[in-house]
Nanobody, 123 residues
């Protein structure tokens, strides 16, 4: 039922930063745990980070731990991913999605996949 639109991607140099946003509509945002995913052509989509409904609990893929920060603003119905110290291997299309609980990630998703936002890290 929830609809999601990703934005904020772009081209950055290695070591640079980007902040992705995911705008939610069509349902009560605070009722959903949220997650960021990424996909490279020819590879399976992977969960990058998840955040609980309240924002108290977060988890991260080992590959981004310490560099990425997931957060949410329930008053604005928006999910964020702050990406620092970007590496070329972070290049991917980034998507957000929702689940009733953070424990359901990476499966049990509540929204269809949107268009995502392209992140390219290159010199």
């Amino acid at each position: 039922q929830v609809q999601l639109v990703e934005s904020g991607g772009g081209l950055v140099q290695p070591g640079g930063s980007l902040r992705l946003s995911c705008a939610a509509s069509g349902s009560i945002f605070s009722s959903y745990a949220m997650g960021w995913f990424r996909q490279v052509p020819g590879k399976q989509r992977e969960l990058v980070a998840g955040i609980s409904r309240s924002g108290v609990i977060t988890n991260y893929a080992d590959s981004v731990k310490g560099r990425f920060t997931i957060s949410r603003d329930n008053a604005k119905n928006t999910l964020y991913l702050q990406m620092n110290s970007l590496k070329p291997e972070d290049t991917a299309v980034y998507y957000c999605n929702a689940a009733r609980s953070i424990t359901l990630f990476p499966r049990g998703l509540s929204a269809s996949w949107g268009q995502g936002t392209q992140v390219t890290v290159s010199s």
